[in-house]
């Protein structure tokens, strides 16, 4: 298999939930917002309207400015481009980490290994295919073709290497902070253990020179409106470490949801670097892990063609001891060593496979999208209802994988009171406070009782409740969220239905909102 097999792997099974969705997965309505900002003018947006507030725009704006010239220059339309572009750009990521590898280890078929490790790791594209994955997939690729030119700086340092090294890691600070990180910190590892010479130092400081004058501009025009916390002030929304470190000690690495024996075989290949006392990867993977499973992806992906490159290492040493009359008697044993290896790896590519293909089913992936009825609804709220009217949306899951509370700002042009996308950017405090109100207002679901929902809006009030209806997380997810809670928000003379649909149920909090323009919206009929 070639690489073009590999990436056509890679290929297939992220375009599975992209080919069954109409809209970009999971999230990716703040994104949108900001490429409409950039298009406004093609400046630099200071800041950008968002759930009610004007959030400064500290973004790294180059995937923005390229998705909005696709859709001004090529008419393509923004959701179709949220869709595209990150299928596009992370299915690229597995030629770059073949690169990547077959750079690293000197061997081709240990860079084909890792590559196809890496694409059907469902934890290497879940994250990037996703709306959000229009900044996240380009700042991966451009990460991971950065690290390319990291090996080949510090093990043949010249000139040219130093400036592409530092022109693409330029552009990776131009596109993602997580990915930006990444590359930092994977380049400073590589060269604690590649490198170390006197030229290699030198050269890697002008390829930072380099990155640093192509991200400058942008940087400097950040601090001019923000200052400096602008660049520095933005709260971590990647996974907690304790659950990560959760993860590493039971194995669930690499998002599948079945069975994980690849990632169990990528910690096995970790534990035996560090007897060979080769720290590279183990370390790699271990600090990668802690940003975020996406970029573990990549040093796991290695760490696979590594045992690759054994076991051709192993048949090599057959096949030369076949070739000696004199050759030892373990020469059969090695053949069966080869053989059941060779096999382990191949199933268990083929079950990573199968459950990355797989991974659209679950309803505890973010790989579903927001559906045409709840969004027909926002829309309905957006021709029907105040303009300051401010909702609670409920829908029960964690903010990063509640599609209706990222889209519900963009799509309905309301304030979501709970919506935690954005509240990064505006300090610690405000992204803690979201934290809680989101967290506090999904447990109503739970509880099932108006009488949750108006405690929570005592703390935060809302004019609305927004409650969606159907198969929100495909097709093997509850039809219905939340028909507790809507059968007692019903029973309540606090809150009066104004909206019943296929969708989504919406509930006026009585006392709040608009009573005569409330009064007048005729409930449209639909399943309870």
């Known amino acids: 298999m070639g690489l073009a097999g590999v990436t056509l792997i890679g290929l297939a099974v992220r375009a599975i939930p992209v080919a069954l969705a109409d809209f970009p997965l999971n999230d ?65 990521v597995v030629p770059a980490v073949y690169l990547l590898a077959r750079s690293l280890l000197r061997s081709d078929v240990g860079g084909l290994a890792a590559g196809l490790a890496y694409g059907v790791a469902t934890g290497s594209f879940i994250w990037l295919v996703q709306g959000g994955g229009v900044t996240r997939a380009p700042g991966m690729l451009l990460a991971v073709l950065t690290l390319w030119q990291v090996i080949s700086l510090v093990r043949t340092p010249t000139v040219g290497r130093a400036a592409a090294t530092g022109a693409l890691a330029g552009l990776t600070i131009l596109t993602h902070p997580a990915a930006a990180l990444f590359t930092a910190m994977s380049a400073v ?70 069975m994980d024996p690849l990632a169990l075989f990528g910690l096995g290949m970790a534990i035996l670097s560090l007897l060979r006392r080769q720290f590279l990867l183990p370390i790699w993977f271990l600090a990668a892990a802690f940003l975020a499973w996406q970029y573990a992806m990549v040093p796991l992906g290695l760490l696979i063609g590594v045992a690759t490159v054994d076991l051709f290492v192993l048949r090599d040493r057959r096949m030369r001891g076949a070739d000696q009359p004199d050759a030892p008697a373990e020469a059969g044993p090695a053949k069966w060593g080869l053989r059941i290896g060779l096999s382990l790896l191949a199933f268990m590519l083929l079950v990573e496979a199968g459950a990355a293909g797989l991974a659209v089913l679950s309803p505890q992936s973010p790989l579903h999208a927001l559906g045409p009825e709840r969004r027909q609804a926002m829309a309905w709220i957006e021709a029907n209802l105040q303009e300051d009217a401010r909702f609670a949306v409920v829908s029960g899951d964690s903010w990063a994988v509640d599609p209706d509370s990222e889209w519900f700002p963009l799509l309905a042009q309301r ?26 207002l ?51 003379p606090g809150f009066t239905p104004v909206y019943d649909d296929q969708g989504a149920t919406m509930f006026r909090v009585n006392g ?8 007048s919206i005729t409930v449209a009929p639909g399943p309870s």
Request: glycine letters at 10%; proline letters at 7%; one cysteine or more.
């Open 28 to 92: 990716g309505g703040l994104f949108l917002a900001m490429v409409r900002a950039v298009e406004m003018d093609w400046m630099l947006p200071v800041s950008v309207h968002w759930n009610g507030t004007q959030l400064p725009f500290t973004y790294p704006p180059l995937a923005f400015y390229l998705v909005g010239l696709a859709n001004t220059g090529l008419g393509v339309d923004l959701p179709t481009l949220f869709r595209l572009v990150p299928l596009v750009a992370s299915s690229l």
């Open 442 to 492: 999904q447990d109503c679901v739970e509880a099932g009782t108006a009488t949750c929902i108006g405690e929570w809006l005592t703390d935060w009030p809302a004019d609305f409740v927004f409650i969606p209806k159907g198969h929100r997380h495909g097709p093997n997810s509850l039809p219905d969220c939340c028909a507790d809670l809507r059968a007692d928000l019903r029973a309540d």
């Open 189 to 258: 590892v590589i060269w604690i253990f590649e490198g170390r010479t006197t030229r290699a130092l030198v050269l890697s400081g002008a390829a930072l020179g380099v990155a640093t004058l192509v991200a400058a501009p942008w940087a400097l025009a950040v601090i001019q409106h923000h200052g400096l916390e602008g660049l520095l002030d933005v709260q971590n929304n990647g996974p907690d470490p304790r659950s990560t470190f959760i993860s590493l000690v039971a194995g669930r690495i690499t998002g599948n949801q079945f």
């Open 512 to 519: 709040r909102g608009s009573p005569d323009q409330g009064s």
């Open 415 to 440: 304030v979501s009171v709970a919506t935690v996308q954005g509240s990064e950017w505006l300090g610690g405090p405000a992204f803690r406070a979201q934290l809680t109100a989101h967290s506090e």
